[in-house]
């Protein structure tokens, strides 16, 4: 039967406590644990350090009571190894030869209460209540401190929830031309996710935090529906080129009939950025196959920032290939870059895959894409993202 110590510092109601005794001496350590039990505690017993500590490892115990002079580990390296492994059990520590040294050593080390042999049943049951309080105490602390902290998370997660909604709600799409600059047209448009939200206002800080609260398809679905809705207000004959994360392939709206854009797929183009993780989507040949049966087409993304090119290059074999602006800036004045570009636009021509240069802020990084042939062209140069659809700049 648990019947609870009769000193004043008593543990608290509830399962036994558990305690380890550790002494070398085998008389001492029969008298220590039938005092404990006798006092309700639930009490183990190792005649050594080493072995001690490994029961310790396996934790459950709520104070140690050991002896300090033993072969090999003495309790003092027992507190010292507990203290290194981060084990917290409050220890009491035995001694028959007292010096003031080892009661400062211990006291550093951390010893909840140091006893004098011969150690009174008062003195012990004392102790190791007052060892066991300690450590509920602290047990109770630390599931407090846990509490507060995921509370704490759940509270920020509820926010940045709240902030997705709102930025959602307030997405827009802006259009940005892409043009045959040979023929002096308007080729298509690329709808780029716009948000009027304060808190969240860049695409960037959505997909962010849409990608923590796993709740990228939401963003994927908001963008689709926008561009579905503002698809009747863009100019005849051009496409729209739509951004997609890599795991809006994942989403199975994306290849639903009845989804708002698929009504317009012929007219679509879907962007995958060459640095998403293609790898790890799921049977993504069927899923390409299945977009473009529904009348979409695929362009491959920021092509040249990432490390997976060319073998991303050929899984999609893409209808555009749209070359990353890292590339296209100042081409004018780096005879290597243009040398890439060339190669990159031989590549897609003998693979029929249309080339977008992307970025193109200066007339003279124009003038050398068109000298080794590249025709689509996209950037600031040309025109902006805006909510109208603007006569580029020839
Ligand atoms: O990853 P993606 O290629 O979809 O990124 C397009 C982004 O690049 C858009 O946010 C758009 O505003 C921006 N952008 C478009 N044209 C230019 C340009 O000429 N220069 C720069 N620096 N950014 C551009
Ligand atoms: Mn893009």
Not at 38 to 63: H, I, K, M
Request: charged share 25%; glycine share 6%; with cysteine.
């Amino acid at each position: 039967m648990n019947t609870p110590p009769q000193t004043g510092e008593s543990p608290a109601p509830g399962p036994a406590a558990r305690v380890l005794v550790v002494d070398d001496d085998p008389m001492q350590l029969r008298a220590f644990h039938k005092i404990l039990s006798r006092a309700g505690y639930d009490v183990e017993t190792s005649d050594n350090a080493t072995a001690a500590l490994a029961l310790l490892n396996g934790d459950g115990f709520d104070a140690v009571v050991s002896d300090v002079a033993m072969p090999e580990m003495d309790g003092l390296d027992l507190l010292n190894a507990m203290k290194e492994r981060e084990l917290s059990v409050p220890v009491v520590l035995v001694t028959g030869g007292a010096t003031v040294e080892t009661a400062a050593r211990a006291v550093e080390l951390g010893a909840v209460r140091y006893l004098i042999k011969p150690v009174s049943l008062n003195d012990l049951r004392s102790a190791v209540g007052h060892a066991v309080l300690t450590r509920r105490v602290e047990v109770k602390r630390n599931v407090v401190d846990s509490l507060k902290v995921a509370a704490r998370e759940l509270d920020l997660r509820q926010r940045l929830g709240e902030d997705l909604d709102r930025a959602l709600a307030a997405l827009w799409m802006a259009f940005q031309p892409i043009v045959s600059y040979r023929e002096r047209r308007v080729v298509a448009y690329e709808a780029l996710m716009r948000s009027d939200d304060p808190v969240l206002p860049s695409p960037g800080q959505i997909v962010g935090a849409a990608e923590r609260l796993a709740r990228l398809p939401d963003v994927g679905r908001a963008v689709r529906r926008n561009v579905a809705a503002a698809i009747p207000t863009v100019p005849n004959g051009t496409d729209v080129f739509v951004n997609l994360h890599a795991l809006d392939l994942e989403d199975d709206d994306l290849y639903d009939p009845e989804a708002p854009l698929s009504a317009f797929a012929p007219r679509v183009v879907l962007e995958l950025t060459e640095c998403a993780p293609f790898e790890t989507i799921k049977g993504l040949q069927e899923r390409l196959a299945t977009l473009r049966r529904l009348g979409y087409r695929i362009a491959v993304d920021d092509l040249g920032a990432g490390y997976a090119s060319l073998s991303v290059f050929a899984q999609l074999l893409p209808n555009v290939a749209k070359i990353d602006m890292s590339l296209v800036r100042g081409v004018d004045q780096n005879p290597a870059r243009l040398i890439v570009i060339q190669a990159i636009l031989e590549l897609c021509t003998k693979l029929k895959s249309h080339v977008v240069t992307e970025g193109v802020e200066t007339a003279a990084e124009r003038d050398a894409l068109l000298s080794v042939g590249c025709d689509w062209l996209q950037g600031y140069l040309i025109g902006k993202p805006g909510r109208t659809f603007a006569a580029p700049n020839f």
